[in-house]
Every structure is written in C-alpha cells, then in structure tokens.
C-alpha cells in the first residue's frame, strides 16, 4: 500500500525559467504538496489535497520553504577530506592535495569511508543530486555507488581517467581507461537511480590515444553523460594549447576526439574563445559555473548571464573540493558576487533555478528533478529562512517572498536546512 504523506509550508514550483520570464513570475507558491510512491502527486491548497487524499500523513512545516532539493552537476567526491586547502592555484593545487588524495583511493575501505562522510555534508546541506568525479580506481566508483544506492539517491558518476602529467599511481592507459569504463557502466548505469558519466579529468592529463578511446566509448553509449573541464585557468588553457598544438583552441582538444556533443558537461569554462562559445552553443552542451572554486583558487570570472542570454545551458556547482563549502546557498551567493562584478545582479529566483531546475536541465534531468511538478520525483527539502539571527532580523523587513529568501541565500547554511524528502521519504539531515 502506498504511504501518502501532505507536506504543507510555502511550496516553490517553477513555472518557467527566470532567466526567460520576469524572475519575480517565474515560480508559483503553493500551500501544499502531496508525495506517495517517490513521486509527486500533486500540489495545490491545503485543503484541497486533503481533500483528494484523506488517509494521507500530514507533515506541517509553517514558514518554511519547501522546494526541490539542490542539484550539484560538478563535484569531486574524493576530495573532501581537502576541502579549503590553502594557497595554490590549478596546477599546484592539484600536485599538493589533490592527486596525494586520490591516490588512498586503491584502498576500498578508505573509498567507503569518504563516500559516506561526502553525502552526509552534502545532504545535511540539502542537495540531493550530485554528479561527481571520482579517481582512476574502480573502487571509488564502486563505493560512490553503493552509498548512493543506500540511500536511494539520483546521482550521476565516473572513473577518472588519466594517462599522463600525473603521478604514476594515478596512471591508466587508453586501453584500462575504456576497459574499465565500460566495464562500470554496464554496470552501474540506469540501475536504481544512478547514471555514469564518462570521465576524463582533462585533456592535459590524456593522450591523443586515451581521447581517443574514450570517444569511441561515448560513440557506443551517446545516450551517457560525459564530463569533464574546460579552460578554468590561462595558465591551464595555454598548457592545454602547448600540449595540442594541432588543436584550434581548447575545446578543439576534446572535439577532435569526439568528446563534444549536447551530453557533455564542461567544468568552468571561464576563458572562452569565440569558436569554442559558438560551438559549444551549436552543440547544445552544458557548462557548469564553480564560483566558489573560481574565486578560491584564482581562475577567473565566469559570465553566466551573458552565456544564459546566449541561449547557453548553464548549471550551478560547488565543484568540491576546488570549492570551500559544500552548501549551495554558499554557492549561490558566490555567483550572486561574481555577477555583480561584472555590473549584473542575479534575482533570488535565477540563483534558485540555478541550483535545482537549471543544474537538473544541464544533467538532461529536468523531467523528473529540480522542481515540484506532478509526477516528479519527490526529492525534496524545507528551508528555515530566519536560522540565524542575523538572517531574521533582515527578514523581517521583507515585502515579498524573493525579500525574505535573499537574506538565507547570502548568509545561509547547513542550518537553513530542516528536513529533507528523498524519494518521498523523510529522511533526518545527518
């Protein structure tokens, strides 16, 4: 027998995007949603679904928000025990803590142990979906996996390859590369609610050959997501150049061996050149902005309205642990600061559809999560936007909800999260 639980609260549904609407119509506040059977049943007044569903659980929650639960489209697991590292840019960053880090990942236990700390930071947070990289160890991928699958979580991804300008333990081939790719996603993918991502880290940390393989496993299986990053740091992107001097430019690097197409998530993409702008649009391709990780290690500013007004699908990352906190609200407010550097003011509401239905749209998931809609999947949270007292006294002053909710998007955390829905199911935040 299906369990119907009523939440009831102020209940955010998209209708449309706000950055193709006014931002102040582009969500509709209802007073309840009905869930049952992990999905969205309906939404609408309280009494109406009280109504319509007589034998339900009800859960009240007055004053607070309840809305689709964050989704992260670029994070790196593996990393979390560095996150806020301090001091190095791209390069040294990742010779200092990054590859020291990945390498205890052969160790499968270790693997567990991390996987599981990560998704209680970033559940306690309120993100529910996350598409992460892992290491070169099939391990990782393996315990990445299995927790997610405890937990009942959508998430999405993928062994990372490399072959060179790293250290030897972090070292596949082109052939192991999509050897055990394939190997994993025949196994992994379309199971339960996980999906695999084939991974590169970047090019400059794969052959001609290993591009190569892996755009011939992409070939096989187009309908998987492919990620990877592109263009974060000058230094990086003229590495890239040296490294492929028969490439147009960096996103030549992957597009010459098939690694370009509307299934590929790019990371950063921050020193765009026009051919790579115009192609990546051509292509539909979805680049993930990382303020957070942008600003702490130096990279740059990435130009998201100007890229969304392009047409350009863009979603919203914490890109851990690159990036210090594994909130999105911190997230948020991050890319809130880089566009008013660049003379634009983000809404409440675009910083919101950000984080849940537009990173959902950049993972081809924006069917099913990202937002309350009939018939989507019921992953979900409740947002406290007075947590702090800080954060009240500022609301109180509010006119209208997109008031009230700023003030937990620029100071907010951990703490703004009360409750969280996954699958439909009341799950306790740690």
């Avoid at 590169?200 to 997501?225: D, I, V």
């Avoid at 509401?349 to 749209?361: D, E, K, M, P």
Wanted: proline fraction near 5%; glycine fraction near 6%; hydrophobic fraction near 40%.
């Amino acid at each position: 027998m299906t369990i119907v639980r009523i939440l009831t609260g102020r209940i955010l549904s998209f209708n449309q995007s706000p950055f193709d609407a006014p931002p102040d119509d582009a969500a509709d506040i209802y007073e309840a949603v009905a869930v049952g059977n992990g999905r969205i049943l309906a939404i609408g007044s309280s009494a109406e679904l009280t109504s319509t569903y007589p034998n339900a659980q009800t859960s009240n929650h007055p004053d607070q928000l309840i809305m689709a639960g964050f989704v992260d489209p670029h994070v790196h697991y593996p990393q979390t025990a560095i996150i806020a590292s301090w001091g190095k840019q791209l390069i040294d960053w990742l010779n200092t803590y990054t590859f020291p880090e990945e390498i205890k990942f052969i160790d499968q236990n270790y693997a567990r142990l991390i996987a599981s700390r990560y998704f209680d930071l970033t559940l306690a947070s309120g993100t529910t979906t996350t598409c992460s990289f892992c290491t070169i160890h099939p391990e990782s991928v393996e315990a990445f996996f299995k927790e997610a699958q405890n937990r009942k979580l959508r998430v999405v991804a993928g062994k990372t390859c490399m072959d060179r300008n790293a250290p030897p333990e972090l070292c596949d081939t082109a052939q192991t590369a999509y050897d055990e790719s394939k190997r994993l996603l025949n196994l992994w993918h379309g199971v339960d609610r996980l999906s695999y991502a084939i991974t590169p880290r970047f090019s400059p940390t794969s052959s001609h050959e290993q591009l190569e393989a892996l755009g011939a496993l992409w070939k096989e299986f187009p309908n998987c997501l492919m990620q990877t990053h592109l263009s974060e740091q000058i230094d990086e992107v003229a590495w890239a150049k040296q490294l492929f001097p028969d490439a147009r430019d960096y996103l030549d690097t992957y597009e010459q061996h098939g690694l370009l197409n509307r299934n590929g998530l790019y990371g950063h993409a921050i020193h765009l050149e026009t051919r790579e702008r115009d192609r990546l649009l051509d292509v539909s391709a979805a680049l993930i902005h990382c303020p957070t990780s942008n600003t702490f290690i130096g990279s740059g500013l990435f130009d998201a309205t100007n890229l969304i007004s392009m047409g350009q699908r863009v979603g919203l990352a914490s890109d851990i642990g690159g990036g210090f906190s594994f909130s999105m609200l911190r997230t948020m407010a991050s890319a809130y600061e880089i566009a008013q550097l660049q003379g634009k003011a983000l809404h409440p509401s675009q910083l919101l559809w950000l984080a849940t239905a537009g990173s959902a749209a950049t993972l081809h998931m924006d069917d099913r999560i990202g937002n309350i809609r009939t018939n989507f999947e019921a992953d979900l949270i409740a947002i406290d936007l007075k947590s702090t007292p800080a954060i009240s006294q500022r609301a109180e002053y509010a006119e209208n909800i997109w008031e009230e909710i700023f003030p937990t998007i620029m100071m907010g955390d951990d703490r703004a999260i009360t409750q969280l829905w996954i699958h439909g199911e009341p799950r306790p935040k740690n």
